[in-house]
């Protein structure tokens, strides 16, 4: 089976061809990232009309990389929701017209949903498995039970982890995109140097908190001499935001695992990390850790399958389409759809 996998939903455009048996054909990703640099971050008109202008040549690029004729696919996947509506319209309505015009079967699939069953497409990961997705919109720790079987174990009660970084990082004058730009200047510095709390550390649960972090770094910087962060300072900031939300991720997943645990006393214990923060290396390196002390499998796929991309939604299209699912041309793309919540309950 043959998927052409459509993603439209942030600031990346982006489609590939992927196999039932787990073959990436093609993937194809252009970053908008230039558009937005300017602002400091992702304005929602331009993403819809960059997507417009670039999506029909992402697909025609994803078509000839995979050397296959529309003839030879068999569905066509597109990003539904969560995301920015402009974008998402965009490549909802691409891939209805491809399904009409080629007589396939349309899965709109949730952005979210993606990430969280890449670890399927890259590893040979069965069901049950315990996720955390880190992403720019969303930091959550799910059981994941089956397709569609989504149960919350916890989540942010404010900003995004990836949300976090982005601000820190302009806050640091570290550039656009702040994470990846972050995680260089943290290589860099001492992340003893500044003590930063730790929310929720300690506490039962498994929710996060960020913005008292991304606070307590604008007061450290705010008190260094003359207010000035000099490159060094900046590093050292940026390690030490990086070493808390370490022991954050790891104090909250061990939480996680104990539930994860509890419910499923029966599976072998796997972690699944998958969004884009999930490229951080430290963040892989301290998660690898809790899992080699919990013998747990830890599960991270390739970056580029971490970042927004349209491989994760293709595969997400192939599951559902090995269970029969479809959806109608009507479907309406959702700018909040929660994992945990069927495909057509309301907005
Ligand atoms: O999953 P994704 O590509 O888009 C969303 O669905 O949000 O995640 C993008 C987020 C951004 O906040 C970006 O700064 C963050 O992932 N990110 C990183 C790294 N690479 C991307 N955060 C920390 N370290 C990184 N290396
Ligand atoms: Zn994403």
């Known amino acids: 089976m043959n998927v052409l996998g459509i993603?439209?939903?942030?600031?990346?455009?982006?489609?590939a061809v992927v196999t039932d048996d787990r073959r990436i054909l093609s993937n194809v990703v252009l970053s908008q990232?230039?558009?937005?640099?300017?602002y400091g971050g992702v304005v929602p008109e331009i993403a819809?009309?960059?997507?417009?202008?670039?999506?029909?040549?992402?697909?025609?690029?994803?078509?000839?990389?995979?050397?296959?004729?529309?003839?030879?696919?068999?569905?066509?996947a597109a990003t539904g929701g969560p995301g920015l509506i402009g974008g998402v319209m965009v490549g909802v309505m691409t891939a209805k017209a491809i399904a009409a015009v080629h007589g396939l079967p349309f899965l709109a699939v949730n952005h979210l949903e993606g990430h969280a069953l890449t670890a399927r497409l890259t590893d040979?990961?069965?069901?049950?498995?315990?996720?955390l997705l880190v992403s720019g919109g969303h930091c959550q720790l799910?059981?994941?039970?089956?397709?569609?079987?989504?149960?919350?174990?916890?989540?942010?009660?404010?900003?995004?982890?990836?949300?976090?970084?982005?601000?820190?990082?302009?806050?640091?004058?570290?550039?656009?995109?702040?994470?990846?730009a972050l995680e260089a200047a943290a290589a860099r510095g001492d992340a003893t140097r500044f003590a930063l709390p730790r929310p929720l550390a300690g506490r039962p649960?498994?929710?996060?908190?960020?913005?008292?972090?991304?606070t307590a770094v604008r007061h450290a910087a705010a008190k260094l001499p003359d207010g000035e962060v000099s490159a060094a300072d900046a590093a050292d900031l940026a390690a030490s935001f990086q070493a808390a939300v370490g022991d954050v991720l790891v104090d909250r997943c061990a939480n996680a695992l104990d539930a994860f645990a509890g419910a499923h006393p029966a599976a072998a214990p796997a972690l699944v990390v998958a969004g884009g923060v999930a490229a951080n290396r430290h963040l892989r390196t301290r998660l690898g850790e809790l899992c080699a002390q919990r013998q747990t499998r830890l599960i991270a796929p390739p970056s580029e399958l971490c970042t927004d991309n349209a491989a994760m939604i293709a595969w997400a299209g192939i599951e559902h389409v090995r269970r029969g699912a479809a959806d109608g041309l009507d479907f309406?793309?959702?700018?909040?759809?929660?994992?945990?919540?069927?495909?057509?309950?309301?907005?």
């Open 332 to 347: 309406a793309p959702r700018p909040r759809w929660p994992l945990d919540e069927g495909k057509n309950a309301a907005a």
């Open 142 to 180: 799910l059981a994941v039970e089956d397709v569609g079987g989504y149960v919350r174990l916890g989540g942010t009660i404010d900003d995004a982890i990836g949300e976090a970084f982005d601000k820190t990082a302009k806050l640091l004058g570290l550039g656009y995109p702040g994470g990846p």
């Open 48 to 76: 819809a009309r960059a997507h417009l202008d670039h999506l029909d040549g992402i697909i025609g690029q994803a078509m000839a990389d995979a050397a296959i004729g529309f003839g030879k696919l068999d569905a066509v």
């Open 205 to 214: 649960g498994c929710d996060f908190s960020f913005s008292g972090l991304k």
């Open 124 to 131: 040979d990961v069965q069901f049950p498995y315990l996720l």
């Open 33 to 38: 990232l230039d558009e937005h640099r300017p």
């Open 7 to 15: 993603e439209t939903s942030c600031d990346e455009t982006a489609a």
